[in-house]
Antibody, heavy 118, light 107 residues
Framework: EVQLVESGGGLVQPGGSLRLSCAASGFTFSSYDMHWVRQATGKGLEWVSTIGTAGDPYYPGSVKGRFTISRENAKNSLYLQMNSLRAGDTAVYYC????????????WGQGTLVTVSS | EIVMTQSPATLSVSPGERATLSCRASQSLSSNLAWYQQKPGQAPRLLIYGASTRATGIPARFSGSGSGTEFTLTISSLQSEDFAVYYCQQYNNWPYTFGQGTKLEIK
């Protein structure tokens, strides 16, 4: 059974940093594209980042230069380093996985809440 | 960035009836379009990818159609567990983008 478990969320001040982790199990982690998607309370879904099997990262303009996605295949783990956090980054962050080269994740974690506030 | 527009924002349908949800893209996606279902407090669940292929374990009452810029999700004979928010998502161009969602509520 595929399982994705996020951790690392919490309360951080504006301008601060946070590192999210996603522990994966139940599939061949190295063969899957991995994604981060976020959702502010009561709002829609927003793509945050994708990393392919070759380690190639993708970011939308809203987080480019502030967020860094990485993966550690030996540990079946995905990470999201978030710097220069803003109030607008407050959201539940979901980890998701999908077959390599496809952009529609088949499995999602339950999310971790990041709150940026003073 | 491709803008995805879903309509209507809210759809009220009685159990057992058919629901039709629409999604329009600001530029052609070919068939690189997915649909997700999300219930309160839960993660999204993939329903459809490739515009019309059901994901593993998705009931046959869910069907997707369309290509280019116009797409439709149809749920035939609504069950109580189908009332939720539905999102379309394009993965034809980076950055991937979602529609704003359609809330399917009980009439």
């Amino acid at each position: 059974e595929v399982q994705l478990v996020e951790s690392g969320g919490g309360l951080v001040q504006p301008g601060g940093s946070l590192r999210l982790s996603c522990a994966a199990s139940g599939f061949t982690f190295s063969s899957y594209d991995m994604h981060w998607v976020r959702q502010a309370t009561g709002k829609g879904l927003e793509w945050v980042s994708t990393i392919g099997t070759a380690g190639d990262p993708y970011y939308p303009g809203s987080v480019k230069g502030r967020f860094t996605i990485s993966r550690e295949n030996a540990k079946n783990s995905l990470y999201l380093q978030m710097n220069s956090l803003r109030a607008g980054d407050t959201a539940v962050y979901y980890c998701a996985c999908g077959a390599a080269g496809t952009g529609a994740p088949t499995h999602w974690g339950q999310g971790t809440l990041v709150t940026v506030s003073s | 960035e491709i803008v995805m527009t879903q309509s209507p924002a809210t759809l009220s349908v009685s159990p057992g009836e058919r629901a039709t949800l629409s999604c329009r893209a600001s530029q052609s996606l070919s068939s690189n379009l997915a649909w997700y279902q999300q219930k309160p407090g839960q993660a999204p669940r993939l329903l459809i990818y490739g515009a019309s292929t059901r994901a593993t374990g998705i009931p046959a009452r869910f069907s997707g159609s369309g290509s280019g810029t116009e797409f439709t999700l149809t749920i035939s004979s609504l069950q109580s567990e189908d009332f939720a928010v539905y999102y379309c998502q394009q993965y034809n161009n980076w950055p991937y983008t979602f529609g704003q969602g359609t809330k399917l509520e009980i009439k």
